[in-house]
């Protein structure tokens, strides 16, 4: 039962081609089984993750490959890389006096983590797959107005949602996330 004002918490999912450019850049097998075992009782193993999964199903429901990138990504790639340039520009992001670059770079254009990974090709090329929870947050729902009456439409939840095309600097287009796996029109 909801009334007005409420809100419903869906959570999104990465779109089909974005995670397969994702897996082919990094050269995985989208068929890999995984299990995560704890090894801090202080940080317990996600609850809302079926294991044992595939990369693909991770990939595609769990882990954000497309948001900005923050710090601790860079920081992390930079162990990666074996290019002394891509080393040089890491080490840069990283540092103090970096961060107005990282700012230009990153954030300003919204490069998600993925685009990133296209500029750094050898520190890519090298990531272990153990690594994938450590540079990727895990995708968090989002809050929707709920837009039906639940005295004209019972058992069924209409949300509103608006899709907002922008222009970046970027070349290449985006496909950005799905938030309604099933059911929505446009």
């Not at 990666?80 to 840069?92: A, Y």
């Not at 006096?97 to 254009?109: F, I, K």
Request: with cysteine; net charge negative.
């Amino acid at each position: 039962s909801y009334k007005a004002g409420d809100v419903v918490m869906v959570k999104p999912r990465n779109v089909d081609e974005v995670v397969q450019e994702f897996i082919t850049l990094l050269g995985w097998d989208p068929n890999v089984i995984f299990t995560l075992k704890q090894s801090d009782e202080g940080c317990p193993l996600p609850s809302d993750l079926i294991l044992p999964s595939t990369l693909h199903h991770v990939l595609t429901y769990y882990l954000d490959i497309q948001c900005v990138p923050r710090k601790y990504f860079f920081e992390l790639l930079m162990n990666f890389t074996q290019s002394d340039l891509e080393k040089e520009r890491l080490t840069e992001f990283c540092s103090a006096d970096g961060q107005d670059e990282v700012y230009t770079y990153c954030n300003r254009v919204r490069r998600t983590s993925l685009e990133v990974l296209m500029d750094f090709p050898s520190a890519t090329s090298h990531i272990p797959m153990c690594y994938l929870f450590d540079l990727f947050p895990v995708m968090q729902p989002r809050a929707f107005s709920i837009a039906s009456s639940a005295i004209a439409h019972p058992g069924t939840i209409q949300i509103l949602m608006a899709v907002v095309n922008y222009q970046t600097q970027l070349v290449k287009a985006r496909k950005d996330r799905v938030f309604v796996p099933v059911g929505w029109h446009h």
